[in-house]
């Protein structure tokens, strides 16, 4: 009899966005004549910009060549991919990695839900509250966690990101060894200084923990006050792991391309307390289980390298920051007490509550789709999460709606 890995039947119900569009399913299922708005999922709405399209092309038209065609690309990606990325998202900011410590990859999804079979089953995992669901649902299936209950699995260390502390956890009192962080945060959108990033990294040093740093959205941050990198923190080379992706930075949600940061001095040990690079385990790991990125999307990622490249890209990101400030300005105008927006494609509303009633209401009443924060965790209860990818057109049509029956959503009705 074949039998299944009994961890699986823990995962709490369906993931957020597979009931998400569920019920808007049902919605459109029953009200056909609907014009549906979608504020919900985190995905990219405008086209990959020229200069990626013409790299891209050009690439494909080499594989097409027999002087040009490439087999296999090498594991962890080519080398004018990571040399590009390692001058312009790191050297250029002060921090201090090689081409050799960056690992190419189809997605920061992967990767970080992937990144955890590196550790040991018992370790003591930090997560926070509300989260990002991937972090969680992986160490699940791993079988590093209980059973849920009330909205929490047994054996995590929650991070409560509350108002409280601007939605940005502080190192617990307690010891962990794993440490999940996402700056600028989703959901919340919102991001963390220096200050309190250098308070992560003095904690995870002190305790031989490892700090998993998601920068998916980096490309937002307009304070240039803000770290861009955990490794501008000094001493995050021998405690963290960094995780980025051309997705929200380029519009790759659907061509595919990441990478990890894994410095060369960042270490994990044995029982024995022995020592082991993390590099070498995830380069060890990558080349076993992963076949690479293909050529002509490393070719097109490469190109928002170029100069005319950050320009286009650097438009994309302005684009939807637009959008950003104006949900977070009329959501304020409403009464509807927000962060996030600023250096974030996602806005963080609290509307009281429950945040699927107040999902399913504002589906009923506005046709305008969001993301109940309860989705994420149980800090997100009573809050929702909006999201700027949209045209201008859609994004000021949802506020609209959204303010003629704001006053129902917040009696109640
Ligand atoms: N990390 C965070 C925090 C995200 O929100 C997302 C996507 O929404 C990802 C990673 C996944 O990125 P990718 O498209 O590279 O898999």
Known sequence: MIRINPNYPKLSSSYLFSEVSRRVGQFKGDH??????????????????????????????????????????????????RTAIAENDFQARGADISP???????????????????????????????????????????????????????????????????????????????????????????????????????????????????????????????????????????????????????????????????????MAWDAQGKGYSLHALWSRRQSTKLNGVSYPVQRAAAATFSQEGKKETRALSDYYLANARIVRSRMDALGFPCIGGDNSPYIWARVGGDSWSFFDRLLKKASVVITPGSGFGLCGEGYIRMSAFNTRELVEEAMERLALVSGELQAGD
């Open 32 to 81: 056909p004549e609907a014009r549906v708005i979608s504020m919900g999922v985190g995905d990219v709405t405008l086209p990959l910009s020229p200069s990626v399209v013409k790299a891209f092309r050009l690439a494909v038209e080499e594989m097409g060549d027999a002087q040009t065609f490439r087999g296999y690309p090498p594991d962890l990606g080519y080398d004018f991919l």
């Open 100 to 266: 050799e410590e960056i690992a190419i990859s189809d997605g920061a999804k992967s990767d970080t839900a992937n990144i955890q079979e590196l550790f040991a089953a018992d370790i003591r995992i930090a997560i926070p509250d509300p989260v990002y669901p991937v972090y969680v649902d992986t160490n699940v299936m791993a079988g590093r966690t209980g059973q849920y209950h009330d909205g929490r699995y047994a054996g995590l260390i929650y991070l409560d990101c509350t108002e409280d502390n601007q939605f940005v956890p502080d190192p617990p009192k307690s010891r962990v060894d794993l440490i999940y962080l996402c700056f600028p945060n989703n959901p919340t959108g919102a991001a963390i200084d220096r200050t309190r990033l250098a308070a992560w990294v003095d904690y995870a040093r002190a305790a031989k923990a490892l700090i998993l740093y998601d920068a998916a959205y980096v490309s937002f941050i307009r304070d240039d006050s803000l770290p861009h990198s955990i490794f501008e923190i000094p001493g995050a080379k021998e405690c963290a792991i960094e995780f980025r992706s051309f997705s929200k930075t380029a519009g790759f949600t659907g061509t595919r391309c990441a990478y990890t940061v894994v410095p060369k001095t960042c």
